[in-house]
């Protein structure tokens, strides 16, 4: 094939394809590259020439190439879509075999001289030669000639089978080299990118570690100072409460003295005038006055002091109860973090990775557990003996002041020691199975006892 003419398309990229088994191939055959062919024209195909080599007699070859024509397919290349078929060309070989013998001579091979073979004489017509008896058909030339084709036929098929099989092993031993390749580059990427993520956990470890630490010491530290000074405050008020106590009993015992001159006096002065005797009246008046003012003014301090007394627990109670809802919310916030961090390496691909990462991981949890456990004890509400101390030593000084033949006195003792009991039963730090507050209770019946024995 050389041309290709007679395309009722208005444009085309061509190229024809064909297959003949007696070539002794069953690949297509085809030309390349596409040409391009509008509608009527004749176009040169390039590199359109093929040789083939026959295994067979002559006869055989020409009845062969009589019996079996040759379909070419003509097929339009597309460069965006599957190629599509143009046509189906039936050619018969019969005329190859008659055709006349000639030599190509390409231009870069020595000159030739091109002859045709002496026109041969005719001879006379044979004689007639009997026939003879038939033969058996196995010792023809034909049937040898065929045996033989066959025979070589299939030494080709196993020498292809053979080579077939070679390429196919050679191609599966590559496959597994470039596999066991690419798997060991697989494996050091993964061992890679554990022994990084390793390092940027035990970094995030250590940084949250450090970080839940400092918090730690932080607040400890803010809750020892709020504490110093509400201690500081109580110490303070009750130095003051001590200082006003001291200055009663001084005025007390002034005033007894006073009483005392006064009798002493009034006895001496019996007979004197009487307005020296009004003179003393009126300056023991003027005392008792002062001294009633600096008894309101001890009694408003000892009711200041104990409402600071009462802001001082609260408050120390809400900071305690703040500390630990905060420590909840990071220790939530921490186990929530490590629950994200386990899911992210659920994906290994290696089974000793993930068992050494869920190793690694309840390390972690166990550690995270441990510091929990250390921390709870250290922000459970912590007991407060120095204030009850301070409370009890503050009811030994409570005891009752006033001179038991005064029924007035003995009431206002009564109430103060319900209220001090009350405010203090208010704050939710003491119960009714305290030791101050029995102590109260105690005090208060014996106060009810001696004002009913009067």
């Not at 940027?200 to 020892?224: G, I, P, V, Y």
């Not at 004890?377 to 005064?406: C, F, K, N, Y």
Request: aromatic share 6%; hydrophobic share 35%.
């Amino acid at each position: 094939m050389t041309t290709v003419l007679g395309i009722s398309a208005q444009f085309s990229r061509t190229f024809p394809r064909y297959t003949y088994p007696f070539f002794g191939s069953a690949a297509p055959i085809l030309t390349h590259p596409p040409v391009e062919i509008r509608r009527n024209m004749e176009v040169l195909l390039p590199q359109s020439f093929c040789a083939f080599d026959f295994a067979s007699t002559p006869q055989q070859l020409q009845d062969t190439f009589t019996r079996i024509p040759i379909m070419v397919e003509v097929w339009h290349k597309d460069r965006v879509s599957q190629d599509a078929l143009v046509g189906v060309a039936r050619i018969s070989l019969n005329s190859i075999v008659a055709a006349e013998k000639a030599r190509f001579v390409s231009a870069s091979a020595p000159p030739a001289t091109v002859t045709q073979p002496p026109a041969p004489v005719p001879a006379p017509p044979p004689a007639p030669v009997p026939t003879p008896p038939p033969a058996d058909p196995r010792e023809t030339v034909e049937y040898q000639m065929a045996m033989e084709l066959e025979m070589w036929k299939e030494q080709q098929e196993n020498m292809f089978e053979s080579q077939l099989k070679q390429k196919e092993l050679q191609t599966m031993q590559a496959l597994a080299e470039e596999w066991k390749r690419r798997d060991r580059e697989r494996e050091l990427l993964v061992q890679k990118k554990v022994v990084r993520m390793k390092a940027d956990l035990q970094r995030d470890h250590e940084r949250t570690l450090t970080e839940l630490r400092e918090a730690s010491r932080r607040l400890k530290e803010d809750c020892d100072h709020e504490v110093q000074l509400e201690r500081a405050k109580v110490r303070e008020l009750e130095l003051h409460n001590q200082r006003l106590r001291e200055q009663l009993l001084e005025a007390e015992r002034r005033v007894q003295q006073k009483e005392k001159d006064f009798d002493e006096y009034r006895g001496q002065q019996a007979g004197k005038p009487e307005y020296k005797l009004q003179s003393e009246i009126n300056l023991m008046t003027l005392e008792k006055v002062e001294l009633e003012r600096k008894l309101d003014y001890v009694a408003k301090s000892k009711l200041h002091y104990k409402q600071q007394w009462g802001r001082a627990l609260k408050e120390l109670a809400r900071l305690k109860q703040r500390e630990q809802t905060n420590a909840k919310a990071r220790l939530k916030q921490q186990q929530q973090e490590l629950e994200h961090m386990r899911l992210r390496y659920l994906a290994a691909e290696e089974k000793e990775i993930v068992k050494a990462e869920k190793q690694e991981l309840e390390t972690i949890k166990e550690e995270l557990t441990r510091l929990k456990d250390q921390r709870i004890p250290e922000q459970l509400p912590a007991p407060v003996p120095d204030t009850r101390r301070a409370s009890d030593g503050h009811l030994e000084h409570m005891q009752p002041l006033v001179a038991e033949d005064d029924t007035s006195m003995i009431d206002d003792h009564v109430t103060r020691l319900i209220e001090e009991r009350d405010t203090l039963l208010r704050t939710g730090v003491y119960t009714h199975e305290d030791r101050i507050i029995t102590e109260l209770d105690r005090q208060i019946r014996e106060a009810i006892a001696r004002k009913g024995g009067r």
